[in-house]
């Protein structure tokens, strides 16, 4: 709770800074841009080192590796689906806007809006390639040099995390301020209202679901399927869980699908954004939609879609202490 408090306020006054500086605001986005690169770029180095250097991580990348990672793809397919069938249901197009409302914008709007679409593409583009190189750089120096040199593993885990929390919170604080310059968060919840409240308990049920199925393939029984799906990408929590009450093999699963969960997320946010959907995109990496994917969202579709992935995020990261434990018979 403590790090949702500091995230969220880091936003909060980020957003009003940057409120402040609307009609300016044009000269700050390039250097709110390179801000966000860099730290984007520093986060998942850091993760990919912690990766790199986790025996935990090194020992389960065979049989038990295969079944994370078609848990991850089953998981993350069936958080999408119903995704798109609530924002069906809900009227909202694929782009994250009331349906009829995009049309009453004047044609010269919408020209204006399809070249910043054709920026941001780009913007998202390039951030891809920043992650996937900053990660395998991470894993590589996480598992040939910090494995090796470094024998106080969980001291260095230790100050990492430092490091990252104080970067995610520049982040957030900066994506606050660029959506307190772009002014649509406002007016895009009054227009949505409720619905925001929706998409979490859908991708909730979207994983009960798909995680009941799995037990059917998968060697777990249907706690640990349920379990293991609950985790929501929460790596450091749900596997200790699993494997507190006495479910080895269905742990080490957990931790796997978990690693897959997050990273294959944050780097199909931008990929997969205008291909499958805006809000679609915001259900891929679990909890950290709250964090680090706010801003692959915010690069990927518009600053107002953030909304539904802090949602997301933040129930998640409520619910996953909750639901591991219960249903494992913790």
């Given at each position: 709770m403590a790090y949702i408090a500091l995230y969220w306020s880091a936003m909060v006054i980020g957003y009003y800074i940057g409120s402040k500086k609307r009609d300016h605001g044009d000269r700050f986005l390039k250097p709110t841009d390179?801000?966000?690169?860099?730290?984007?770029s520093l986060l998942v180095f850091l993760m990919g080192i912690r990766m790199g250097s986790n025996e935990e991580v090194i020992r389960n990348l065979g049989t038990i590796g295969l079944q994370a990672l078609l848990a991850t793809v089953l998981l993350m397919a069936g958080a999408v689906l119903s995704v798109t069938v609530t924002r069906k249901l809900l009227h909202i197009d694929k782009w994250g806007r009331l349906e009829g409302h995009a049309i009453a914008k004047e044609s010269a709007e919408l020209e204006q809006?399809?070249?910043?679409?054709?920026?941001?593409?780009?913007?998202?583009?390039?951030?891809?390639?920043?992650?996937?190189i900053f990660v395998v750089l991470g894993i590589f120096a996480g598992y040939f040099l910090v494995?090796?040199?470094?024998?106080?593993?969980?001291?260095?885990?230790?100050?990492?995390?430092i490091i990252m929390t104080c970067g995610l919170t520049l982040l957030l604080g900066v994506i606050g301020f660029q959506m307190g310059i772009a002014g649509t968060v406002v007016e895009q919840l009054k227009l949505?209202?409720?619905?925001?409240?929706?998409?979490?308990?859908?991708?909730?049920?979207?994983?009960?679901?798909v995680g009941a199925l799995m037990s059917l393939i998968l060697p777990l029984t249907l706690r640990e399927s349920l379990a293991v799906s609950f985790g929501f990408g929460w790596?450091?929590?749900?596997?200790?869980?699993i494997s507190n009450a006495g479910h080895v093999i269905a742990s080490a699963v957990s931790f796997m699908h978990n690693v897959f969960r997050e990273m294959g997320g944050i780097v199909l946010i931008p990929l997969l954004a205008k291909k499958i959907g805006y809000i679609e995109v915001t259900s891929l990496p679990g909890v950290a939609a709250m964090d680090i994917g706010l801003t692959l969202v915010e690069k990927a579709?518009?600053?107002?879609?953030i909304v539904y992935s802090f949602a997301i995020g933040m129930s998640q990261s409520l619910l996953v202490p909750?639901?591991?434990?219960l249903v494992i018979g913790a």
């Amino acid at each position: 709770m403590a790090y949702i408090a500091l995230y969220w306020s880091a936003m909060v006054i980020g957003y009003y800074i940057g409120s402040k500086k609307r009609d300016h605001g044009d000269r700050f986005l390039k250097p709110t841009d390179v801000i966000m690169m860099a730290s984007v770029s520093l986060l998942v180095f850091l993760m990919g080192i912690r990766m790199g250097s986790n025996e935990e991580v090194i020992r389960n990348l065979g049989t038990i590796g295969l079944q994370a990672l078609l848990a991850t793809v089953l998981l993350m397919a069936g958080a999408v689906l119903s995704v798109t069938v609530t924002r069906k249901l809900l009227h909202i197009d694929k782009w994250g806007r009331l349906e009829g409302h995009a049309i009453a914008k004047e044609s010269a709007e919408l020209e204006q809006y399809e070249k910043q679409e054709e920026e941001e593409e780009k913007s998202s583009n390039l951030m891809t390639w920043l992650i996937l190189i900053f990660v395998v750089l991470g894993i590589f120096a996480g598992y040939f040099l910090v494995r090796v040199y470094i024998p106080d593993i969980d001291g260095f885990n230790d100050k990492a995390g430092i490091i990252m929390t104080c970067g995610l919170t520049l982040l957030l604080g900066v994506i606050g301020f660029q959506m307190g310059i772009a002014g649509t968060v406002v007016e895009q919840l009054k227009l949505i209202g409720f619905r925001v409240l929706i998409f979490p308990v859908a991708v909730l049920i979207g994983t009960a679901v798909v995680g009941a199925l799995m037990s059917l393939i998968l060697p777990l029984t249907l706690r640990e399927s349920l379990a293991v799906s609950f985790g929501f990408g929460w790596y450091t929590f749900a596997p200790v869980a699993i494997s507190n009450a006495g479910h080895v093999i269905a742990s080490a699963v957990s931790f796997m699908h978990n690693v897959f969960r997050e990273m294959g997320g944050i780097v199909l946010i931008p990929l997969l954004a205008k291909k499958i959907g805006y809000i679609e995109v915001t259900s891929l990496p679990g909890v950290a939609a709250m964090d680090i994917g706010l801003t692959l969202v915010e690069k990927a579709t518009r600053p107002d879609i953030i909304v539904y992935s802090f949602a997301i995020g933040m129930s998640q990261s409520l619910l996953v202490p909750l639901l591991v434990p219960l249903v494992i018979g913790a």
